[in-house]
């Protein structure tokens, strides 16, 4: 079965600090994931796809198939990084995209 | 470009009855999902449309059901509501293999 965890439920750091949001995943086939983001009373976004491989806002994810992992990284923490942040997985073929219950990160000034 | 637009923006529905949610995609979006979040939980795949057919159901049962129209547009309709179903309905558009466009949300309580 298909299965995104995201084991932390709120990640408080300072501003300018490194962090990282953890994101496992259980799926058999080769799996498309994406990171999401929602900013106070905004909607949620897509921030990035581990296609792409690109570096969003400071923000990267590296997809390891070996620990079936997908975390967030960025090097420094600004306040304006504080949001819901949701792991998802889109199974082979493209239909159903899985999300994971979201951690909340608060960049602390 | 809008992006993806939901209407209502709140509903309150009493036990039983129906409810239709309505979702327009951003432009040039052909493809629409529906999920259902719910407090402090990640949003929950309901099913999917794509030229006018679900394509993929996830675990909802069949009073939950759906309808996608020539413009792409989508509706949402779930029969005899349970005051499990309040929650925050969410429409999300892409064309492709494009990462997914969110509206943001009807808010529905079932009273």
């Known amino acids: 079965a298909q299965r995104v965890t995201q084991p932390e439920k709120l990640l408080s750091v300072f501003k300018g600090a490194p962090v990282e949001l953890k994101c496992n995943y259980s799926?058999?086939?080769?799996?498309?994931l994406f990171w999401y983001v929602q900013y106070s009373r905004q909607r949620l976004q897509l921030l990035l796809r581990?296609?792409s491989r690109e570096s969003i806002k400071g923000f990267t994810a590296d997809l390891n198939k070996g620990e079936t992992s997908f975390h967030l990284k960025k090097p420094f923490a600004q306040e304006e990084d504080s949001a819901m942040y949701y792991c998802?997985?889109?199974?082979?073929?493209?239909?159903?995209?899985?999300f994971g219950a979201g951690t909340r990160l608060f960049v602390k000034a | 470009d809008a992006g993806v637009t939901q209407s209502p923006t709140h509903l309150i529905k009493t036990r039983g009855q129906q409810v239709t949610l309505r979702c327009s995609p951003k432009?040039?979006?052909?493809?629409v999902s529906w999920y259902q979040q719910a407090l402090g939980q990640g949003p929950q795949f309901i099913f999917q449309?794509?030229?006018?057919?679900?394509?993929q159901r996830g675990n909802f049962p069949d009073r939950f059901s759906g309808h996608q129209f020539p413009n792409y547009s989508s509706e949402l309709n779930v029969n005899a509501l349970l005051l499990g179903d309040s929650a925050l309905y969410l429409c999300?558009?892409?064309?492709?293999?494009?990462?997914?466009?969110f509206g943001s949300g009807t808010r529905l309580t079932v009273v």
């Open positions: 999300a558009s892409r064309t492709g293999g494009s990462g997914y466009t």
């Open positions: 449309y794509y030229e006018e057919e679900e394509r």
């Open positions: 432009s040039g979006h052909d493809t």
């Open positions: 581990h296609i």
């Open positions: 799926y058999s086939g080769s799996p498309e």
């Open positions: 998802a997985l889109r199974n082979t073929g493209g239909f159903k995209t899985i």
